[in-house]
């Protein structure tokens, strides 16, 4: 069965500081898909970054990047120069199986400290 | 190019009551996958639907639950006889490929009193 495992439930940052957000995955797929969605108080889910099982580049995307290790299953993601606008839950997903359908670890909430 | 949409954003339901909820796809996108967000929770797939057609339904419960995806118009999530346990997000995402990245509405947050 495929799981994503975030064991963070809450973390601080102090604005402009870098942090890290854990996310472990369980798959047997050789092929599979790895996201990281950002869910603010408002509600909706923002796309961050995506990291394809092929990839051999960790993915970035602007302040976001992907720390992708493979052989551990980690799919960390890191934000780097927080602000306090990345005050929000966060959110690591797998895309699993044939038909596409997302699954999601249990999130962390992340808060910036001016 | 509008994203997803979805209504209504809030959603009040008595016990036993029906509710309905809506997805549009953004233009082009012809998957559909709806996911139910518990408070304090994750996202938890139910159903995958392309037009006319339910591809995965693993996640929907097997009672009071269905989805539809018709030719024309939006996708239905429908909850029959609702109960406390049902309050929570609701979301839909769409996608122009099945596997292929995932587009989120913003939410229909349903509570039952």
């Known amino acids: 069965a495929q799981k994503i495992t975030q064991t963070q439930p809450g973390m601080f940052v102090q604005e402009k500081e870098a942090v890290t957000l854990d996310c472990t995955y369980d798959t047997s797929d050789q092929s599979y898909g790895l996201f990281w969605y950002k869910q603010p108080s408002s509600g909706e889910m923002i796309f961050l970054i995506y990291q394809g099982s092929y990839d051999e580049q960790n993915a970035t995307e602007g302040r976001y990047s992907l720390n992708f290790q493979k052989a551990r299953k980690s799919a960390n993601l890191v934000i780097s120069a927080s602000q306090l606008g990345d005050s929000a839950m966060y959110f690591c997903a797998m895309r699993g199986g044939n038909t596409g359908k997302l699954i999601f670890g249990q999130g962390t909430t992340l808060q910036v400290k001016p | 190019n509008a994203g997803v949409m979805q209504n209504p954003r809030h959603l009040v339901r008595r016990r036993g009551q029906e509710a309905r909820l809506r997805c549009s796809p953004m233009?082009?996108?012809?998957?559909v996958y709806w996911y139910r967000q518990l408070p304090e929770e994750g996202l938890k797939f139910m159903v995958y639907l392309q037009k006319e057609n339910i591809i995965d339904e693993s996640g929907m419960p097997k009672e009071r639950f269905s989805a539809e995806f018709p030719k024309e118009g939006p996708s239905i999530l429908r909850i029959q006889q609702v109960v406390r346990g049902d309050s929570a997000a609701y979301f839909c995402a769409s996608s122009p490929y099945q596997g292929y990245e995932q587009y989120f509405g913003p939410g229909t947050r349903l509570t039952v009193t």
């Open positions: 233009k082009g996108h012809s998957h």
